[in-house]
């Protein structure tokens, strides 16, 4: 039992082998939670589930099923975890873990079609495993340089959040002042303003409130153009934080290339010495 319990913990938990790789175990469970989002969204459509209901009721039970076995499972083998702590603590602190308790939001959503008439919204969640299978896959390294570049442009960010801010408090109030006699109900108090100058802001632009006033159009021109502007920094400031992320990756590439050029002459030079040394003693 232990040795099966060893191989199911090496075969569900990414990592816990000798390869950092997907198993097969895991590229399965992948496949099977796409299926299962398919299934979720084709089933919000009527004209398929009114011919189709059962079938697709059957069928999202099956991936509830699967799925309730494999975090049964995966609680069965989480006692093999390196570290201290006897199995019981073992499982409970996996049970309380963010990634347990999304399994389990995964088992409840995939059963809850015999429960709940429409629950799709909700099943969707399943997809919040793929980032629980992956994470610590080739791609968790470039996700964890991109962000630690992202983390070191923080401040640059937090300075555009809150010019964004100041501009649509000020937008708000300018049109409050400018339009809110003339148009009470789209302009009647600061809050309805508030969002117009958001839609402005961020160039979406509903059309829902338009200034009718001279001074509210000169407004509008001011909030629209500190929207564009405001959306191009952090752009920006995101591109740059990108580049440096790639750029790093590719120095340390460089690095770990020369790095392993230079053990390879270093160990045939040695050789090479060695060499030497057998053939003078031998003479």
């Known amino acids: 039992m232990p040795d099966l319990r060893q191989t199911v913990y090496n075969k569900l938990f990414v990592g816990a082998g000798t390869s950092n790789?997907?198993?097969?175990?895991?590229?399965?469970?992948?496949?099977?939670?796409?299926?299962?989002?398919a299934v979720s969204v084709i089933g919000t459509e009527p004209t398929i589930t009114g011919k189709h209901h059962d079938l697709i009721i059957g069928i999202e039970m099956g991936f509830g099923v699967i799925f309730l076995a494999e975090y049964v499972a995966r609680l069965w083998s989480v006692a093999e975890r390196p570290g201290p702590?006897?199995?019981?603590?073992?499982?409970?602190?996996?049970?309380?873990?963010?990634?347990a308790i999304i399994d389990l939001i995964v088992v409840l959503t995939s059963l809850a079609p015999f429960f709940i008439g429409d629950a799709a919204m909700l099943r969707l969640i399943r997809l919040v495993r793929i980032l629980a299978l992956t994470k610590f896959t080739r791609f968790s390294h470039a996700i964890e340089e991109i962000?630690?570049?992202?983390?070191?442009?923080?401040?640059?960010?937090?300075?555009?959040?809150?010019?964004a801010w100041?501009?649509?408090?000020l937008g708000a109030v300018a049109m409050y002042w400018a339009e809110g006699?003339?148009?009470?109900e789209?302009?009647?108090?600061?809050?309805r303003a508030l969002w117009w100058a958001i839609v402005t802001?961020?160039?979406?632009g509903y059309g829902d409130a338009i200034p009718i006033t001279p001074l509210g159009k000169i407004t509008a021109a001011i909030v629209a153009l500190g929207g564009v502007a405001l959306v191009a920094m952090p752009a920006g400031i995101m591109?740059?934080?990108?580049?440096?992320a790639m750029q790093k990756k590719r120095e340390l590439e460089l690095a770990r290339r020369i790095e392993q050029e230079v053990e390879e002459k270093v160990e045939e030079e040695i050789e090479r010495l060695m060499d030497v040394e057998e053939s003078r003693r031998d003479t």
């Open 21 to 37: 790789r997907l198993s097969l175990v895991n590229l399965t469970l992948v496949i099977l939670i796409l299926s299962a989002v």
């Open 85 to 99: 702590g006897s199995a019981t603590s073992k499982r409970l602190r996996f049970i309380f873990s963010p990634l």
């Open 147 to 163: 962000s630690a570049a992202v983390w070191g442009r923080r401040y640059e960010l937090i300075v555009t959040i809150a010019l």
């Open 166 to 169: 100041v501009l649509l408090l």
């Open 181 to 184: 006699a003339a148009q009470p």
């Open 186 to 191: 789209q302009f009647g108090s600061i809050p």
């Open 201 to 204: 802001l961020t160039t979406v």
């Open 239 to 244: 591109a740059a934080a990108f580049s440096d």
